[in-house]
């Protein structure tokens, strides 16, 4: 069973932008703090971004200031919106719940982001 849906994800060159979409199974989620993970190629997963129930959010240093996570309790919606990007932010983005679940567990299909000239 499908629980979260990531979109957004595209080729873009650098300095340009992106706006991430999950949309994810509020009967399981609506509560949850959620965050935004990315993954490159041969590294392990990293958290980019979280965002908590209220409105509090925290970003990786590498994103602060070009980054911003945003939540639309309503429609069980995670946004990233990602500006001045570059090509270290090369990677699959994943959306789920913070503190991260293990491997093992769900975990959405992602969404590709490439940034190249």
């Known amino acids: 069973q499908v629980h979260i849906v990531e979109s957004g994800g595209d080729l873009v060159q650098p300095g340009g932008s992106l706006r991430l979409s999950c949309a994810f199974n509020?009967?399981?989620?609506?509560?949850?703090?959620m965050a935004w993970y990315r993954q490159a190629p041969g590294e392990q997963r990293e958290l980019v971004a979280r965002?908590?129930?209220?409105?509090?959010?925290d970003y990786a240093d590498s994103v602060k200031g070009r980054f911003t996570i945003s939540r639309d309790r309503a429609k069980n919606t995670v946004y990233l919106q990602m500006n001045s990007l570059k090509s270290e932010d090369t990677a699959v983005f994943y959306c789920?719940?913070?503190?991260?679940?293990?491997?093992?567990?769900?975990w959405g299909q992602g969404t590709q982001v490439t940034v190249s000239s």
């Open positions: 789920n719940q913070y503190p991260p679940p293990p491997p093992e567990a769900y």
């Open positions: 965002i908590t129930l209220s409105g509090t959010t």
């Open positions: 509020g009967n399981i989620f609506r509560f949850l703090t």
